[in-house]
């Protein structure tokens, strides 16, 4: 990995100390250091509330920044006191807003309604509880959804390491990878999928996003497409192109955009090409999104009125 000999020691101290208790309990991660002032005033409300939460499946890891300088650069640590909730490995909450009890017990008791933590003790008294997946794979469509998608890229993986069977984990992986910009990354997690797996809907589905991705397009490359579509409205060869290019940039409201003026010039046009493509997108992006309802919209009444 390329890291120091204290960089090691500073990564297995944090998998000690946070990251294999997150494997079946919410651990909380309080980034602090003896200088700071709100710190101190944030400890006792975060202790005792972990505390009063131990049952639950809570737990506290208070995490030094000035001992700690590697670990809190990893998290992009700016100011303190910095609180993360951590599951499975992976942060699933940003606690530092949270300054009262009352703020701090209502954050965890939203975060806990949707985990699958391991209530009890240190001594497992609450017993062996297998994750719920389906709830892990929720959370990791919800950061996608807003945005987050190298940490949903993660969380995929590993859901994926879990069960290797599940065909709408490795969609999502192939979508969140895509999404944060690593279209390499995606193409291998779809070619590596065994043929079964690429056959189904979803995989499917991400694939026409894999498909419609082509290659990258920079901004300068897209102004230049752009322009050309704006001098050339009539040449649909052009428009077609900036669409596709728009839409590899991540700008799915042009592309769709152009080719709803291209449907309503000459839906005919290279056998319905636009109206293909359009639906290919709508596909991609996943027919009950709420972006493809709105867009689906204005198709029906352009084809019938």
Partial sequence: MGLSIDEQKAVERFQKQVVEPSQTKLVVVDFWAEWCGPCKALAPVIEKVCAEYA?????????????????????????????????????????SPARSESQLKGALDQILAQLPIKPGGEDGTGGEQLPDLDQLVAMAEQMLGEGDAER?????????????????????????????????????AYEGLPQEMK?????????????????????????????????????????????????????????????????EADPAWNEGAAKAKLLQIFEAVGLEDPWVAGQRRKLSLLLFG
């Fill in 55 to 95: 049952d639950k499946g809570v737990v506290l890891a208070k995490v030094n920044v000035d001992e700690e300088k590697f670990i809190a650069s990893q998290f992009q640590v700016q100011s303190i006191p910095t609180v993360y909730a951590m599951f499975q490995g992976q942060p699933v909450a940003d606690l």
């Fill in 199 to 263: 056959d189904e809907a979803v995989v499917q589905q991400a694939y026409s996003a894999l498909e419609l991705a082509g290659p990258d397009v920079d901004d300068s490359e897209l102004q230049a497409k752009r322009a050309m579509a704006a001098e050339q409205p009539a040449a649909m060869d052009v428009q077609m192109e900036f669409a596709e290019a728009a839409f590899a940039a991540g700008s799915r409201d042009e592309a769709a955009e152009v080719l709803l003026r291209m449907i």
């Fill in 152 to 188: 949903a890229a993660q969380m995929f993986m590993q859901i994926a390491q879990m069960d290797n069977s599940r065909p709408e984990v490795f969609a999502g992986l192939i979508r969140a990878l895509l999404a944060a910009g690593h279209k390499e990354h995606a193409e291998q």
